[in-house]
């Protein structure tokens, strides 16, 4: 029988011999990369925290997500008091101008302000605010004294610091409405004027609108007596209102 030739390639002498882990395939058939992985702190890390990882990132979306929305929702709802705010304020003026309160129209101006001094109460602060007052200046004119008594004596400017401007600004120009409201209320008018001349004193912001109202209802020599010496003291201390209470004190003086 013939032998068969050996075709086989001699490896030579000379040729270097390449490590196993080099040419073995991609990297994680490497054993060498695979060792070095597997000793890898971070790696480790990662291979036995990634369910907690996968959540934690999955948290945070879902909070962005949710702060998001609130704060579109939250501005939403601002501008929505804001127009309610808008449509109150304009239409309680026209509701004051009207004569007939037993008009249809002012029947109906009425309900419509009630619905929206309801709207605005469980709005955030200052529309819920605005909601007690407008309900008392709403009270007045149906006769409740009571009531706009009631809000007058539960603000009191002694507990509001003139440097905490806003909520200062909001109590004035509240007990300036509500004393206004009852100058035409016989059983509240005495009332009505202390509130003036307590703000003509001791007002921050209203004190020159608060001082020219309680001249002009003032009707008893001492009341006159006092609104003047209001008037006076405010061309003092504030020299750049002269002009604006000038004319009212000249009729003081000289009556």
């Known amino acids: 029988m013939a032998r068969k030739k050996n075709t086989a390639r001699p490896v030579s002498d000379d040729q270097p011999e390449v490590p196993e882990e080099e040419t073995s395939g991609p990297l994680f058939e490497n054993q060498a ?12 890390f990662l291979k036995n925290q990634w369910q907690n990882l996968l959540w934690g990132v999955v948290i945070v979306l879902v909070v962005l997500y949710g702060k998001n929305a609130f704060e579109q929702s939250k ?4 501008e929505r008091a804001s127009d309610v705010y808008v449509r109150l304020k304009q239409e309680y003026e026209q509701f004051t101008a009207m004569e007939d309160i037993n008009a249809t129209a002012y029947k ?18 200052p529309y819920d605010q ?79 609108a608060a001082a020219l109202s309680f001249a002009r209802v003032a009707k008893e020599v001492e009341e006159r007596e006092k609104a003047a010496a209001v008037l006076e003291d405010i061309v003092r201390a504030q020299p750049e209102q002269a002009e604006l209470v000038e004319n009212e004190l000249a009729v003081l003086k000289n009556t």
Do not use: C
Not at 75 to 78: D, H, P
Not at 111 to 125: C, F, H, I, N, T
């Open 75 to 78: 501005q939403a709802n601002l």
């Open 130 to 208: 605005v909601a007690t007052l407008y309900d008392s200046l709403l009270a007045a004119h149906s006769g409740d004294t009571d009531k706009v008594q009631n809000m007058l004596g539960s603000i009191k400017l002694s507990d509001i610091d003139v440097s905490n401007a806003d909520q200062r600004l909001f109590a004035e120009l509240s007990l300036l409405s509500l004393s206004r409201s009852l100058l035409d209320k016989e059983d509240a008018v005495q009332t009505g004027k202390a509130t003036l001349y307590e703000l003509a004193t001791n007002g921050a912001f209203v004190r020159v």
């Open 108 to 125: 109906e101006t009425q309900k419509r302000l009630q619905g929206y001094v309801s709207a605005l109460r469980d709005e955030p602060s």
């Open 33 to 44: 990369a695979q060792q070095a992985m597997i000793e890898d702190p971070l790696f480790v």
